[in-house]
């Protein structure tokens, strides 16, 4: 273990190095532009492979391309780059691809506020690619867990063969702080399972009653077709209903069998909590600072569940705050999030408070008291 | 004496025949050509590594077994470089067509023809969008019918090899479905070519472009390849001595690039690898 003072996009960085992977591959775009220069300087040195392609587009399909090669890949972009990547974002997950996609959120629509925060691709990092298909999305709220959780963004993306979104945000990525750098025997890493039969009974897309059918690299004797097209257990075309049928079940059953490992959260003064800030990213911080103060100050009992998982959505631990007198939802959107919350609580309207802002500053705690105080309106 | 068909070889036995192409289309004789220039070069099956985007022509890889990766629309080339760079010992070739490879996926075309990687593009060219129903395409000739030009195309056609040599690629060649002996012989070149080879296969679509344009069938689409093709030195000579001789929709054929002056960009890249690892070691 070393210590660091280094931004949240250099963490992760140092995040990704240490789960594995040595494959980069991104085009410029503001905020996260660090995360491809310090690749550009760490991954020659590790016989690692950085590519700067001439568009988002192009990015995106050379770490999905690369994958398929045993590499665990990771791109990095923002708002614009991020749309730009959907269409082959829906084929990593269509295919079960393991990558990593770093989004760090800036204020949109359009190009928006290049240079401020936002967390307002909630919901594209969901459902921005066409068709229903499933994802893995986390969120860091500090420079220490933008290198915690990007070595487990690999560790899902390799255990459930899936793309995973890292949803930053621009306070996040800009954010310096000393961070605790750990070496990979110091952390859990796992990499993807590799085929157990000879060639001749390997099938890409099955493996008995395997959730997740393991994934041959090319050039290792294993020979099969990726398409995506609707596609049979060899990975061929095919719209028979049950092959399309069987092979969405899978895809979903994939994640939602596994939420157990899947779905991260952190709960802070949650024992006694009458009311709950729920948040994700640089808004946790605030809450945080918010619940501190309105426990010490105004002798309210309040907690914070933070979503580091915030795909799939943790439904079932939010229906356990339908005992809470109130619930808070601070977040850099127009109430993206406390929509999600609307679909669990009963009695929404008299018990969900937003906090929103959308003009690429940071939700301050005061904000976040003042709701609070002035409870449901 | 019955000759073995080379070709069957390397068909994928899991995979449901006939295949989706129509009668008369010409993309069956460019991908023979190609399997037979693959079975000269005594690669083995699991070192190739197909690639190819949306389209007819991209449809070719599912056939063949190999590896093969069926990605987006334009995208085949971005794909492939990732593939080629994340395991540089991999064969590497890239199925394309004129909408896939030009249009929509124009952008990673003449930027990986800067670059110079280590790959084999075989594009598909018969002047149509045909998996959708016949619109016009980047090298659908002017004044020529499609679906989406009932009054003929106002737009103006690239030529691809030329658009390939000014982006810089080193291996630049060009043939015919008619001429399928000489087609099969510029891909094998291009296979042995360190660093970007890009080989444009003329092909017929009788289904949306013949229709349209007066060439009724498979046939007579193949004919018009046969009496409109001019070879690269004779288009030179006649460039000299008679230029209003030369048909301007004739078609240019030949090697037009070969040139082994360039680096290769995984070499480039590998040498700066090395530097470092020699500074640290």
Same mark, same amino acid.
């Given at each position: 273990?070393?210590?660091?003072?280094?931004?949240?996009?250099?963490?992760?960085?140092?995040?990704?190095?240490?789960?594995?992977?040595?494959?980069?591959?991104?085009?410029?775009?503001?905020?996260?532009?660090?995360?491809?220069?310090?690749?550009?300087?760490?991954?020659?040195?590790?016989?690692?492979?950085?590519?700067?392609?001439?568009?988002?587009?192009?990015?995106?399909?050379?770490?999905?391309?690369?994958?398929?090669?045993?590499?665990?890949?990771?791109?990095?972009?923002?708002?614009?780059?991020?749309?730009?990547?959907?269409?082959?974002?829906?084929?990593?997950?269509?295919?079960?691809?393991?990558?990593?996609?770093?989004?760090?959120?800036?204020?949109?629509?359009?190009?928006?506020?290049?240079?401020?925060?936002?967390?307002?691709?909630?919901?594209?990092?969901?459902?921005?690619?066409?068709?229903?298909?499933?994802?893995?999305?986390?969120?860091?709220?500090?420079?220490?867990?933008?290198?915690?959780?990007?070595?487990?963004?690999?560790?899902?993306?390799?255990?459930?063969?899936?793309?995973?979104?890292?949803?930053?945000?621009?306070?996040?990525?800009?954010?310096?702080?000393?961070?605790?750098?750990?070496?990979?025997?110091?952390?859990?890493?796992?990499?993807?399972?590799?085929?157990?039969?000879?060639?001749?009974?390997?099938?890409?897309?099955?493996?008995?009653?395997?959730?997740?059918?393991?994934?041959?690299?090319?050039?290792?004797?294993?020979?099969?077709?990726?398409?995506?097209?609707?596609?049979?257990?060899?990975?061929?075309?095919?719209?028979?209903?049950?092959?399309?049928?069987?092979?969405?079940?899978?895809?979903?059953?994939?994640?939602?069998?596994?939420?157990?490992?899947?779905?991260?959260?952190?709960?802070?003064?949650?024992?006694?909590?009458?009311?709950?800030?729920?948040?994700?990213?640089?808004?946790?911080?605030?809450?945080?600072?918010?619940?501190?103060?309105?426990?010490?100050?105004?002798?309210?009992?309040?907690?914070?569940?933070?979503?580091?998982?915030?795909?799939?959505?943790?439904?079932?631990?939010?229906?356990?705050?339908?005992?809470?007198?109130?619930?808070?939802?601070?977040?850099?959107?127009?109430?993206?999030?406390?929509?999600?919350?609307?679909?669990?609580?009963?009695?929404?309207?008299?018990?969900?408070?937003?906090?929103?802002?959308?003009?690429?500053?940071?939700?301050?705690?005061?904000?976040?008291?003042?709701?609070?105080?002035?409870?449901?309106? | 004496?019955? #000759?073995?068909?080379?070709?069957?070889?390397?068909?994928?036995?899991?995979?449901?025949?006939?295949?989706?192409?129509?009668?008369?289309?010409?993309?069956?004789?460019?991908?023979?050509?190609?399997?037979?220039?693959?079975?000269?070069?005594?690669?083995?099956?699991?070192?190739?590594?197909?690639?190819?985007?949306?389209?007819?022509?991209?449809?070719?890889?599912?056939?063949?077994?190999?590896?093969?990766?069926?990605?987006?629309?334009?995208?085949?080339?971005?794909?492939?470089?990732?593939? #080629?760079?994340?395991?540089?010992?991999? #064969?590497?070739?890239?199925?394309?067509?004129?909408?896939?490879?030009?249009?929509?996926?124009?952008?990673?075309?003449?930027?990986?023809?800067?670059?110079?990687?280590?790959?084999?593009?075989?594009?598909?060219?018969?002047?149509?969008?045909?998996?959708?129903?016949?619109?016009?395409?980047?090298?659908?000739?002017?004044?020529?019918?499609?679906?989406?030009?009932?009054?003929?195309?106002?737009?103006?056609?690239?030529?691809?090899?030329?658009?390939?040599?000014?982006?810089?690629?080193?291996?630049?060649?060009?043939?015919?479905?008619?001429?399928?002996?000489?087609?099969?012989?510029?891909?094998?070149?291009?296979?042995?070519?360190?660093?970007?080879?890009?080989?444009?296969?003329?092909?017929?679509?009788?289904?949306?472009?013949?229709?349209?344009?007066?060439?009724?069938?498979?046939?007579?689409?193949? #004919?018009?390849?046969?009496?409109?093709?001019?070879?690269?030195?004779?288009?030179?000579?006649?460039?000299?001595?008679?230029?209003?001789?030369?048909?301007?929709?004739?078609?240019?054929?030949?090697?037009?690039?070969?040139?082994?002056?360039?680096?290769?960009?995984?070499?480039?890249?590998?040498?700066?690898?090395?530097?470092?690892?020699?500074?640290?070691?």
């Amino acid at each position: 273990m070393q210590e660091k003072f280094i931004l949240g996009n250099e963490a992760v960085v140092e995040g990704a190095l240490v789960a594995g992977c040595r494959f980069f591959s991104g085009y410029p775009i503001t905020p996260s532009s660090e995360i491809a220069e310090a690749f550009s300087r760490e991954l020659p040195k590790l016989g690692g492979v950085f590519l700067q392609m001439e568009d988002e587009i192009g990015a995106m399909g050379v770490i999905v391309g690369a994958a398929l090669t045993g590499h665990k890949t990771i791109t990095a972009t923002s708002g614009p780059g991020f749309s730009l990547k959907q269409e082959t974002l829906g084929f990593a997950s269509f295919t079960e691809i393991p990558c990593v996609v770093v989004n760090v959120q800036r204020g949109g629509p359009s190009t928006g506020l290049p240079t401020m925060a936002s967390q307002a691709d909630l919901m594209q990092s969901r459902w921005g690619t066409h068709g229903e298909h499933p994802i893995i999305v986390l969120s860091p709220s500090s420079v220490q867990e933008c290198f915690k959780y990007t070595i487990t963004a690999f560790n899902l993306a390799e255990e459930f063969r899936t793309p995973v979104i890292f949803l930053m945000d621009e306070i996040i990525g800009h954010l310096r702080e000393k961070v605790r750098i750990y070496d990979e025997t110091e952390v859990e890493i796992i990499n993807r399972e590799k085929p157990q039969v000879p060639p001749e009974e390997y099938t890409v897309y099955k493996d008995g009653d395997k959730l997740v059918p393991p994934l041959a690299s090319y050039g290792t004797g294993y020979r099969y077709h990726i398409t995506g097209l609707a596609h049979n257990r060899h990975g061929l075309p095919s719209f028979s209903s049950e092959t399309v049928i069987k092979l969405s079940e899978r895809l979903h059953d994939k994640i939602n069998k596994n939420l157990d490992k899947i779905s991260i959260y952190n709960e802070f003064f949650m024992e006694d909590a009458e009311i709950v800030i729920v948040a994700y990213g640089s808004t946790t911080r605030s809450a945080i600072s918010a619940a501190d103060i309105l426990r010490k100050k105004h002798g309210k009992k309040v907690g914070v569940f933070q979503l580091v998982t915030v795909w799939p959505f943790p439904y079932a631990k939010i229906d356990e705050f339908n005992s809470m007198k109130e619930i808070v939802v601070p977040e850099m959107s127009l109430g993206q999030l406390r929509g999600e919350l609307e679909k669990q609580i009963i009695n929404a309207k008299e018990k969900l408070i937003g906090v929103n802002r959308i003009d690429g500053y940071m939700i301050t705690p005061d904000e976040i008291i003042e709701k609070t105080l002035r409870g449901v309106k | 004496m019955t #000759k073995e068909n080379i070709v069957l070889k390397y068909l994928r036995k899991e995979m449901d025949f006939p295949n989706v192409w129509c009668p008369g289309c010409g993309h069956g004789i460019v991908l023979t050509a190609l399997v037979r220039a693959i079975a000269k070069t005594g690669w083995t099956k699991d070192e190739i590594v197909m690639v190819s985007g949306i389209g007819c022509s991209s449809r070719a890889p599912a056939y063949l077994d190999f590896h093969t990766l069926h990605t987006l629309h334009g995208r085949a080339i971005p794909f492939a470089t990732g593939v #080629k760079l994340g395991n540089p010992k991999l #064969k590497v070739i890239v199925i394309t067509g004129d909408g896939d490879g030009t249009a929509i996926g124009g952008n990673h075309f003449i930027h990986v023809c800067r670059r110079n990687i280590d790959l084999t593009v075989i594009l598909f060219n018969n002047n149509i969008y045909g998996m959708t129903g016949g619109q016009y395409s980047p090298t659908t000739p002017s004044e020529a019918y499609s679906v989406t030009t009932p009054f003929g195309n106002i737009d103006r056609p690239f030529d691809i090899s030329k658009v390939a040599e000014a982006a810089g690629a080193t291996f630049v060649a060009r043939s015919t479905a008619f001429h399928a002996a000489a087609l099969e012989n510029y891909i094998y070149k291009g296979f042995q070519h360190k660093g970007i080879a890009i080989i444009e296969a003329m092909t017929q679509c009788p289904t949306c472009y013949g229709r349209k344009n007066e060439l009724k069938d498979g046939v007579a689409m193949m #004919k018009w390849f046969k009496d409109h093709s001019i070879s690269k030195a004779k288009f030179k000579k006649l460039s000299s001595e008679s230029p209003e001789s030369i048909d301007p929709d004739d078609i240019v054929t030949g090697i037009f690039v070969e040139r082994d002056d360039i680096p290769e960009y995984i070499e480039s890249y590998q040498n700066i690898v090395n530097s470092l690892l020699n500074r640290e070691g």
